[in-house]
């Protein structure tokens, strides 16, 4: 993990890039070489903007090694997101650590199907080269309120065989409309087999997909982000059950076999336990749920 200290003084973590993708979705990349030089598809990193700051993770959603340069994409959605919208080049971050977590399950599977909305368009996008570059067929089902909320289009489409759009004009449909399109896919499941379904979407979504599944036996990888503090263990604020027995989404996951997770009542209750009205994501909401 890195975190540089040059006699008594940390050293800050300079912003070389900063993309507004779309409306309150950005991406920053931070000058980080140890970072960038391990960081895996699926991984994250947790950031402090200043000394008064708190940890927040994001999932990697891309990295540079010549350049020693990591990337994340972030929702604007509070006091931090919105600090993070207003740095630019130049501008400095107190702490920045990782690569944090377990990498993502990358081999040959055949017909890989992916579910992604919010952040997840930007952050499945390493997942998906590596997919690639084993020879997996993927269909990507993108998740969004209107055309304005995608983003990553290009590099989506380049390494998706087939790509869906799940597109409506209200958030509270999202839900139906994407488990549509998974829907005709399994349908169609005896034609054109799907060997692997990997999710990076509302956890909500994670869960019906989860369950569609199930009958027909086809591993469904879920990432999940539970509420989280520590980031290394230590303070269970992301725990799960999985298989009846307590994992931590922070050194267990990210990913998670979706048909093993137990308790998504109390994951989506304690996701939801800090949103009000003052979190608009509307682009990015399943069923009136401010959460992604």
């Known amino acids: 993990m890195e975190h540089l200290q040059c006699g008594d003084k940390v050293a800050m973590f300079s912003i070389v890039k900063h993309q507004e993708l779309a409306p309150k979705v950005h991406r920053l990349s931070v000058q980080a070489p140890v970072i960038a030089e391990k960081a895996k598809p699926g991984q994250f990193v947790i950031l402090i903007t200043d000394d008064k700051g708190e940890r927040v993770p994001f999932t990697i959603s891309g990295w540079d090694r010549e350049a020693g340069t990591v990337d994340f994409v972030f929702i604007e959605v509070g006091a931090t997101t919105r600090k993070l919208a ?44 590596a997919l690639k570059e084993q020879d997996n067929r993927i269909t990507s089902i993108l998740q969004a309120p209107d055309q304005e909320r995608l983003f990553e289009m290009e590099t989506l489409t380049e390494l998706s065989d087939e790509l869906v759009l799940a597109v409506g004009t209200r958030g509270e449909h999202m839900t139906e ?37 199930r009958p027909l036996a086809i591993k469904t990888l879920v990432h999940l982000t539970p509420v989280m503090v520590d980031g290394t263990g230590m303070c269970g604020a992301c725990r799960l059950s999985v298989k009846g027995a307590n994992r931590f989404a922070c050194v267990h996951g990210p990913e998670f076999d979706g048909h093993e997770v137990e308790g998504w009542d109390v994951l989506m209750a304690r996701r939801c336990t800090y949103a009000d009205e003052s979190i608009l994501q509307q682009g990015f909401q399943c069923r009136g749920c401010s959460q992604w």
């Open 86 to 129: 207003t740095l630019g080049p130049g501008d400095q971050l107190a702490h920045f650590v990782g690569p944090l977590g377990l990498p993502a399950k990358i081999d040959h599977y055949g017909h890989v199907v992916t579910l992604l909305s919010g952040y997840g368009l930007a952050a499945m996008v390493p997942i998906l080269r």
């Open 177 to 213: 409309s994407a488990t549509m399109a998974l829907r005709q896919l399994l349908g169609n499941h005896r034609r054109v087999p799907v060997d692997r379904v990997i999710a990076m979407c509302s956890i909500c979504l994670m869960r019906v997909a989860s369950e569609m599944t």
